[in-house]
């Protein structure tokens, strides 16, 4: 089965870190172009970060960019998205999406609450 599935989702604190994992099962993960995307209540689901296929080049959203990064792992066929300094303002779910596929992971949930 062709699907993506997110994890690392959880409660923080303010100026925190979490590492959200995107891994794929029936592709490989690498060959192909990953975004991050984001929804919170009420909002429309917005980009957070893209990384290419092959090239790994890499493109963040203004609202994270200096306190987000992706990456690739090639053995775990995963994309990570670490995330440092976070504020109440990134609560929101958080997905991986390949678009040359269509295929959309479940979401991840992040809260960042004191």
């Known amino acids: 089965q062709l699907q993506l599935v997110e994890s690392g989702g959880g409660l923080v604190q303010p100026g925190e870190s979490l590492r959200l994992s995107c891994t794929a099962s029936g592709f490989t993960l690498d060959d192909y172009a990953i975004g991050w995307f984001r929804q919170a209540p009420g909002k429309e689901r917005e980009g957070v970060s893209c990384i290419g296929g092959y090239t790994g080049l890499t493109h963040y959203a203004d609202s994270m960019k200096g306190r987000v990064t992706a990456t690739r792992d090639k053995t775990n066929n995963t994309v990570y998205l670490q995330m440092n300094s976070l504020k109440a303002e990134d609560t929101a779910a958080y997905y991986c999406?390949?678009?040359?596929?269509?295929?959309w992971g479940q979401g991840t949930q992040v809260t960042v609450s004191s």
């Open positions: 999406h390949c678009p040359t596929l269509g295929y």
